[in-house]
T-cell receptor
Framework: QKEVEQDPGPLSVPEGAIVSLNCTYSNSAFQYFMWYRQYSRKGPELLMYTYSSGNKEDGRFTAQVDKSSKYISLFIRDSQPSDSATYLCAMSAGSNYQLIWGAGTKLIIKP | EAGVAQSPRYKIIEKRQSVAFWCNPISGHATLYWYQQILGQGPKLLIQFQNNGVVDDSQLPKDRFSAERLKGVDSTLKIQPAKLEDSAVYLC??????????????FGPGTRLTVL
């Protein structure tokens, strides 16, 4: 079993829909949770960062962490075609512990 | 602010040949990472440098892979000899201080390697 599980998709939704992307993990020591967005032929870029449990909102994006369920989510409101990309979750147990990555979910927003 | 630069962008070689990738991190970033991203998978850390010293190379296949970061700035990653399973995108990233919890890693566009 992988430490971080992420549905590879693709997930195809119409423009304007609310998108929910998720990751589950097995290591209860993870404290830092990130979402990266990766466009085709580009490197990943940090989208959202959350420490421990709770919600964090930034514009159309909301990140949620439920440590009791070992489950993290990224919500995208009013999705746009420009949101079409692969979304990778990554997490770390602490400052000196490398990031553990999900495989990424490919998201397609249809105009 | 200029981003992380990598070259070449694409490389096709035959198995058993050697190949080298180059990375120039964001100015002032002390930490440099090399990742391997196989199609359909998340990035896998190969090596982490702090200035010009190696912090973590536990997942680097040292029988064929080598990396150096001279003068604490640019870095090169070499594969010799290449195997078919080395086909992947090699990503370079940099960050200010190397704290996995709070430091943002900035990625370059990657080098797509195909081994035939």
């Amino acid at each position: 079993q992988k430490e971080v599980e992420q549905d590879p998709g693709p997930l195809s939704v119409p423009e304007g829909a609310i998108v929910s992307l998720n990751c589950t993990y097995s290591n209860s020591a993870f404290q830092y949770f990130m979402w990266y967005r990766q466009y085709s032929r580009k490197g990943p870029e940090l989208l959202m960062y959350t420490y421990s449990s709770g919600n964090k909102e930034d514009g159309r994006f909301t990140a949620q962490v439920d440590k009791s369920s070992k489950y993290i989510s990224l919500f995208i409101r009013d999705s746009q075609p420009s949101d079409s990309a692969t979304y990778l979750c990554a997490m770390s147990a602490g400052s000196n512990y490398q990031l553990i990555w999900g495989a990424g979910t490919k998201l397609i927003i249809k105009p | 602010e200029a981003g992380v630069a990598q070259s070449p962008r694409y490389k096709i070689i035959e198995k058993r040949q050697s190949v080298a990738f180059w990375c120039n991190p964001i100015s002032g970033h002390a930490t440099l990472y090399w990742y391997q991203q196989i199609l359909g998978q998340g990035p896998k850390l190969l090596i982490q440098f702090q200035n010009n010293g190696v912090v973590d190379d536990s997942q680097l296949p040292k029988d064929r892979f080598s990396a150096e970061r001279l003068k604490g700035v640019d870095s090169t990653l070499k594969i010799q000899p290449a195997k078919l399973e080395d086909s992947a995108v090699y990503l370079c990233a940099s960050s200010l201080v190397g704290d996995y919890g709070t430091d943002t890693q900035y990625f370059g566009p990657g080098t797509r390697l195909t081994v035939l």
